[in-house]
T-cell receptor, first 113, second 114 residues
Framework: NAGVTQTPKFQVLKTGQSMTLQCAQDMNHEYMSWYRQDPGMGLRLIHYSVGAGITDQGEVPNGYNVSRSTTEDFPLRLLSAAPSQTSVYFC????????????FGPGTRLTVT | GENVEQHPSTLSVQEGDSAVIKCTYS??????FPWYKQELGKGPQLIID?????GEKKDQRIAVTLNKTAKHFSLHITETQPEDSAVYFCAASLSGGSNYKLTFGKGTLLTVNP
């Protein structure tokens, strides 16, 4: 049971490039979410999904797209990278939509130059 | 929306001492308050949580207290050890099915000096 996995661990992009951050979980969790973590800002919710085919925006969704075609995978796409998107990105999942433990992946450190 | 304030931003204690981290929240309807520990280079991990129908919860050296009237909750770590050194985040949420979202505090860097 690998839990929540994220790839890549590190990525450097140039302004304007696009990329996809991968997230997968093997716990059969319905609820998945993406956060970004910036120094002194805590964790901020980007997008979330309550099940395959259902996604919604979080607190800071601009510049990011998501889709959920399977229960296991929840990729995050950066359409045109900007320096303001330099951050550490965490994917998380939990078993149900109500208040319960969230399991976080190890994170992807993204630098946009 | 919900706003969570966390203090202090950094905390340094000697091994064996106690550490206390405090959070306040703005929305009186919030009813779930977890605490996460993040070690260097890793994702956050839940260490304890409390729901609004409980005033205090303990798990070995860790305890959380909740004061709903004052809208604040605190993490208490007793007999601190070097492995307790990490960033700690509090969070608050409203329940409500698919609208359940966590709002995190900005974190406290705890350093336990041997």
């Amino acid at each position: 049971n690998a839990g929540v996995t994220q790839t890549p661990k590190f990525q450097v992009l140039k302004t304007g490039q696009s990329m996809t951050l991968q997230c997968a979980q093997d716990m059969n969790h319905e609820y998945m979410s993406w956060y970004r973590q910036d120094p002194g800002m805590g964790l901020r919710l980007i997008h979330y999904s309550v099940g395959a085919g259902i996604t919604d925006q979080g607190e800071v969704p601009n510049g990011y797209n998501v889709s959920r075609s399977t229960t296991e995978d929840f990729p995050l796409r950066l359409l045109s990278a900007a320096p303001s998107q330099t951050s550490v990105y965490f994917c998380a999942s939990r078993t149900d939509p109500g208040p319960s433990e969230q399991y976080f992946g190890p994170g992807t450190r993204l630098t946009v130059t | 929306g919900e706003n969570v304030e966390q203090h202090p931003s950094t905390l340094s204690v000697q091994e064996g001492d106690s550490a206390v981290i405090k959070c306040t929240y703005s929305d009186s309807a919030s009813n779930y308050f977890p605490w996460y520990k993040q070690e260097l280079g890793k994702g956050p991990q839940l260490i304890i949580d409390i729901r609004s129908n409980v005033g205090e919860k303990k798990d070995q050296r860790i305890a959380v207290t909740l004061n709903k009237t004052a809208k604040h909750f605190s993490l208490h770590i007793t007999e601190t050890q070097p492995e307790d050194s990490a960033v700690y985040f509090c969070a608050a949420s409203l329940s409500g099915g698919s609208n359940y979202k966590l709002t995190f505090g900005k974190g406290t860097l705890l350093t336990v000096n041997p």
